[in-house]
C-alpha cells in the first residue's frame, strides 16, 4: 500500500505539479525509520527536493567593509563615479557614453590626481536637459522633481 502510494506521489510530479515540501520530507522520514531509505530517493524528481532551491551568493569577505561598502549600508549614494558607474548609472553603455562627454550633452570628468570622476549630480542635472522622444526638456533643481513644472 505504502509504496503504491509512494509511486503515485513520484509519479503525479510528471503531471506538472509540485508535491509539498512537508510531505517529501515525511516520506523520507517514515522510510529511513522501515529501513527502506533511498528505495525511491533516487527516483524522486528535483521538484520534489525537500531542499530550498539554491540561490547564488557573493563569497564572503573577511576582515573590515570598506568606506563606499558602509555608505552603501547606510543608503548614502556615492557622489563621484568611474566612467563604467556613470555609464551605468545613467543606464547606457560605456562607449555611449564617452559619446555623449564627446558631444558635450553630458558632463566632462573632475580629475583627483589621477583618477576621472564623474559628479552625480552634474549627470543628474545634464540627463534632465536632454530632450525627451516628444522634443519637451524637463529641467528644474531636482531632476525628479515634478510639482516644480507644475502650474499654478
Do not use: C
Not at 510530479?13 to 529511513?32: A, D, H, M, Q
Not at 522501515?34 to 524522486?44: H, M, Q, T
Not at 548609472?89 to 590626481?113: C, H, M, Q
Not at 543628474?124 to 533643481?141: C, L
Amino acid at each position: 500500500m505504502a509504496n503504491q502510494a509512494t509511486r503515485q506521489l513520484v509519479g503525479s510530479t510528471k503531471l506538472g505539479f509540485r508535491v509539498p515540501s512537508e510531505l517529501v520530507i515525511r516520506y523520507r522520514e517514515i522510510t529511513k525509520s522501515a529501513g527502506i531509505a533511498g528505495a525511491f530517493s533516487s527516483r524522486l524528481p528535483a521538484s520534489m527536493s525537500s531542499e530550498p532551491p539554491s540561490v547564488p551568493r557573493l563569497p564572503e569577505r573577511t576582515g573590515k567593509a570598506t568606506a563606499a561598502e558602509e555608505l552603501g549600508r547606510m543608503g548614502i549614494p556615492a557622489r563621484g563615479l568611474s566612467r563604467e558607474l556613470a555609464a551605468a548609472y545613467l543606464g547606457i553603455s560605456a562607449g555611449t557614453f564617452d559619446a555623449l562627454v564627446a558631444e558635450g550633452l553630458l558632463p566632462s570628468p573632475k580629475r583627483l590626481k589621477r583618477r576621472r570622476i564623474w559628479d552625480r549630480l552634474a549627470l543628474d542635472r545634464a540627463f534632465a536637459m536632454i530632450p525627451d522622444e516628444n522634443g519637451i526638456i524637463i529641467a528644474s533643481d531636482e531632476p525628479d522633481d515634478i510639482w516644480s513644472q507644475a502650474a499654478v
